[in-house]
């Protein structure tokens, strides 16, 4: 085997496997597995047995975790959710989910005040701070705060953020569960399955009902202290609502980083996006993305 690197910015790397003069024998092992990736190819493109799929089991992941991480989802279509808190979602937009979050779980009954916005992308690729998956959740979320004066709490459920997106949320005001896995529907055959898994190591997993990971960072993280304000008394949800309805109008400036772009052009906006925010935040920044 032969180690290639490709000229990225960050380098992909690749094992290659010599011909030594034999390409017939080299051809007859990449086609078994050219048919195997084609066969989870199939199965990615049926919204059935994936991306539907996906939005399911966040949602049975949110709704298992509810209780203790005092949220409340009402009754809806997930993935086609045109109203949020009773305010429709402005031009025309459609979020996959949305619920209540509570602003104390001291008190009983408890008051749910703040609308969770979020956004369900069961992706095998990692998601970072310029991935328009999630600008689309921003600018959707943007949208309600500026349209409709309510502040929102916007959350990227998705199979992996990378860490640029999870430095970026620090700073701008959401959040992102992750799966750490793609999941697919079990009527998929276990064996068909099993051998996708083998031959290519691809995370990927037939899973049906709540997500462990996604349930134990709903329990800890809304409500942990926030980081920059030890002895606060706060819950890190509440800062972070508070820093994206000031972020909003601004995020909506660069609403075409939702867009599928060149990477030059991706690059220039994104630059100008980092900028923007060091002019506008009233608070210490991470930076990181």
């Not at 329990?219 to 304000?229: A, G, I, S």
């Amino acid at each position: 085997m032969v180690l290639d690197e490709t000229a990225h910015t960050a380098p992909v790397r690749t094992l290659r496997e010599p011909t030594n003069g034999d390409k017939t024998r080299v051809e007859r092992r990449r086609g078994p597995k050219r048919k195997l990736y084609r066969r989870y190819i199939s199965w990615t493109q049926d919204e059935h047995l994936c991306g539907k799929h996906g939005e399911k089991v966040v949602e049975a992941s949110f709704r298992a975790a509810s209780g203790a991480a005092g949220l409340w989802l009402p009754a809806q279509t997930v993935g086609n959710v045109t109203r949020v808190a009773g305010k429709l979602v402005p031009e025309g937009h459609t979020v996959d989910m949305w619920g209540w979050l509570a602003d104390d779980l001291r008190g009983y009954p408890p008051r749910f005040t703040t609308p969770v916005v979020v956004e369900i992308k069961n992706k095998q690729r990692w998601l970072y701070a310029d991935a328009p998956e999630l600008w689309q959740l921003l600018v959707k979320a943007a949208l309600l705060v500026t349209e409709h004066d309510i502040a929102v709490l916007p959350i990227l459920a998705c199979s992996w953020s990378g860490p640029t997106a999870r430095s970026m949320a620090y700073d701008v005001g959401y959040f992102t569960a992750q799966m750490h896995v793609q999941v697919f529907s079990p009527e998929i055959d276990e064996t068909a399955f099993d051998e996708v898994v083998e031959e290519t190591g691809l995370p990927i997993a037939r899973h049906d009902g709540p997500v462990d990971h996604i349930g134990s960072w709903l329990r800890t993280e809304l409500r942990k202290e926030p980081p920059n304000h030890p002895g606060s008394g706060l819950e890190w949800w509440s800062v972070q609502v508070e820093r994206f309805r000031l972020l909003a109008p601004h995020i909506l400036e660069f609403k075409v980083l939702a867009e599928q772009l060149s990477t030059d052009h991706k690059r220039a906006a994104f630059g100008a996006w980092r900028n923007r925010l060091d002019e506008v935040a009233q608070w210490e920044l991470r930076h990181g993305w």
